[in-house]
């Protein structure tokens, strides 16, 4: 148990499908990240929200839309996806921006696109 | 990009100290060196950081060279759950978004 859920697990979409991808976290922390991680890949930075915020975009496609209604919950939702977008989303928080406390990372959401 | 260089795979035997390197040459002085590890689909798991002086807790041991330029992570008593990818990461300084930047890592193969 990391004290960051995410949910569902696994998800199969269509092209055309609109789905969304849930991140909650328990540990009070004030910011919450997304992370892509494709096969053979790194992980790679997609949105950062400090008290629910954005205060990074890394250069994102518009068919994800990221959400933060609270410091506890993030959300990416997900339309017109393409194959290539098929990865391991990850969800991570942390305490407090400017300090060195350790992100803390969820299992992940593996995504297929039909 | 990564600020970090690491082989890209290691094995170890099983009870034997696991001590894998992670060269950082162009570390700022207000960086942190970060340990994480992930195994087959899940996600990255916190193991230790460290400025400049060594770090131990109950997973493993950092050792930081003097000059900082590089870190080994010490994994005591090495077993076949601790087969995994390993990542050496250099936490961009304060005043930033406290993103991880992660490389390929090395991966850690821990044999009977």
């Known amino acids: 148990e990391t004290g960051v859920t995410q949910t569902p697990r696994h998800l199969v979409m269509g092209m055309t499908n609109k789905k969304s991808l849930k991140c909650e976290q328990h540990?009070?922390?004030?910011?919450m990240y997304w992370y892509k991680q494709s096969a053979k890949k790194p992980l790679e930075l997609m949105f950062v929200?400090?008290?629910?915020?954005?205060?990074e975009n890394n250069s994102v496609p518009s068919r994800f839309s990221p959400e933060c209604p609270n410091s506890s919950h993030l959300f990416l939702h997900l339309h017109t996806l393409q194959p290539e977008d098929s990865a391991l989303y990850l969800c991570?928080?942390?305490?407090?921006?400017?300090?060195?406390?350790?992100?803390?990372f969820g299992n992940g959401t593996r995504l297929t696109v039909t | 990009d990564a600020k970090t260089t690491q082989p890209p795979s290691m094995d170890c035997a099983e009870g034997r100290a696991a001590n894998l390197p992670c060269n950082h040459s162009?570390?700022?002085?207000?960086?942190?060196v970060y340990w994480y590890r992930q195994i087959h689909s899940q996600g990255p798991q916190y193991i230790i950081h460290?400025?400049?002086n060594n770090e131990t807790n109950e997973m493993a041991s950092l050792i930081i060279t003097e000059d900082r330029k590089s870190s080994t992570l010490i994994l005591p008593h090495a077993t076949l759950r601790d087969t995994a990818v390993y990542y050496c990461?250099?936490?961009?300084?304060?005043?930033?978004?406290?993103?991880?930047?992660f490389g390929q890592g090395t991966t850690l193969q821990v044999k009977p």
């Open positions: 162009t570390i700022s002085g207000n960086e942190y």
């Open positions: 540990l009070g922390h004030n910011a």
């Open positions: 990461i250099v936490r961009v300084g304060s005043g930033n978004t406290g993103k991880l930047i």
């Open positions: 991570a928080s942390l305490a407090n921006l400017g300090g060195n406390s350790p992100l803390h």
């Open positions: 929200y400090s008290l629910e915020e954005r205060v």
């Open positions: 460290g400025l400049k």
